[in-house]
């Protein structure tokens, strides 16, 4: 655990089965650094940060540099640092979509969303 926050992984792949789930993502632009910068930590030295928010004072993220890097992960400690994302479920998981009519694409919406 990297403490309080938004977590992200770098890759799908290494998404995959953590949070005791899969079939679905959340892909985003993050800004990691929004000025006072980010704490990176390793198996090491992760309990500095665990179970708390104090980092939040001094840094905007923490970085987790896994022993496989395939398998890094980072947390965010605001949603302003969040620009864009968008939800992706593997059709396998969730067939609503599909059925509800929610795989076409187009701009007559009110917000312009799907």
Request: aromatic share 12%.
């Amino acid at each position: 655990m990297l403490g309080h926050g938004i977590y992200f992984a770098r890759s799908l792949h290494s998404t995959e089965g953590k949070a005791r789930a899969h079939g679905a993502y959340i892909c985003a632009e993050v800004i990691m650094d929004m000025g006072k910068g980010v704490k990176y930590v390793t198996v090491e030295t992760r309990n500095e940060v665990s179970n708390t928010d104090e980092w939040h004072k001094e840094y905007d993220s923490v970085y987790y540099r896994h022993p496989d890097n395939n398998y890094d992960e980072f947390c965010v400690k605001s949603v302003e640092q969040i620009l864009k994302w968008v939800i992706v479920v593997e059709p396998d998981f969730d067939k609503r979509p599909e059925e509800f009519g929610l795989t076409t694409e187009f701009d007559g919406t009110r917000c312009c969303c799907i």
